[in-house]
């Protein structure tokens, strides 16, 4: 599982409290081992935003949450479909993957994704999701994946190039009710 907790504590985003726990990661495999973690806290009506740069390992950790949900289909990145609807295999939630890239910031494009439809009955995970899906919830789960470079890989490398020692800090903040007595640390155990 991730290598260290780093810190957990409550802060506020905006007038909605929120729990944040902090780690980091050290191999795609571990970024889907969080995922995996991650789903069993997650149940349908959850909204789970993803932010990092390109290669950050955002769909490698949805990769995680189908397989923690147990879903139909290979997870992959969205990115020309914009969404992808995953069907459970069992009695758990679908799980919606989004790609909001290539969207707008404005909230009709979403709109016309219907993912408040959605919503209700399945996860929702959204890439690039940063002002543009927060209306859809008032409970959301946003993940935050900052790359950190090892010595030598400067920024002059290709971004998706992934060193073998390229470490991840993670950053899981539930914001709203839903998350107020959910423990995140218990995804990293």
Known sequence: MPDVATATGTVAV????????????????RMTELGRGLAALLRPGDLVMLTGELGAGKTTLTRGLGAGLGVRGAVTSPT?????VHPS???????????????GGGLDEMED????????????????????VEELS?????????????????????????AEDD???????????????????????
């Open 89 to 103: 295999l069992g009695s758990g939630p679908p799980l919606v993957h989004v790609d909001a890239y290539r969207l």
């Open 80 to 84: 020309f479909v914009i969404a992808r």
């Open 14 to 29: 905006g007038r909605t409290p929120s729990v944040a726990v902090r780690l980091s990661i050290d191999s795609p495999e």
């Open 138 to 162: 008032d409970d959301r789960l946003h993940v935050v994946i900052d790359r950190v470079l090892a010595e030598g890989n400067g920024s002059g490398t290709d971004p998706l190039a992934v």
């Open 113 to 132: 994704l219907d993912l408040d439809v959605s919503l209700p009955e399945s996860v929702v995970v959204v890439e690039w999701g940063d002002g543009k």
């Open 167 to 189: 470490r991840r800090e993670i950053t899981l903040t539930g914001i709203g009710a839903r998350w107020k007595d959910v423990d995140l640390a218990s995804a990293l155990a």
